[in-house]
Nanobody
């Protein structure tokens, strides 16, 4: 049974940095694309960043709203994906979810339906 567990969420101040982690088990990790989505209160869950599996050369992609501040990376040996978030803003406040999918094509990376497995989420709050 596949399982994704997020960690690293916290209450931070504007301008701070935070690193989220997503630990996977029960899947052939290196072949899966892994993404981060976030959901703020009253809003739709939105794509943040993704990193492709072995079929996509492990290439990272980020949404325009975070690409200059957030970096996604993966450690295949440990079956972990990280999201490094710098210069955090109040609008980054949300529950951050990790998702994994097999055979996710490039054009579907930001599509929630492309991912088979989801974690429970970790809360990130940016406030002064």
């Amino acid at each position: 049974q596949a399982q994704l567990v997020e960690s690293g969420g916290a209450l931070v101040q504007p301008g701070d940095s935070l690193r989220l982690s997503c630990a996977a088990s029960g899947v052939t990790f290196r072949s899966y694309s892994v993404a981060w989505f976030r959901q703020a209160p009253g809003k739709e869950r939105e794509f943040v960043a993704a990193i492709r599996g072995s079929g996509g050369g492990f290439r990272p992609y980020s949404s325009d709203s975070v690409k200059d501040r957030f970096t996604i990376s993966r450690d295949n040996a440990k079956s972990v994906v990280h999201l490094q978030m710098n210069d955090l803003k109040p609008e980054d406040t949300a529950v951050y979810y990790c998702a994994a999918g097999s055979g996710v094509i490039l054009s579907s990376l930001s599509n929630r339906a492309a991912y088979n497995y989801w974690g429970q989420g970790t809360q990130v709050t940016v406030s002064s």
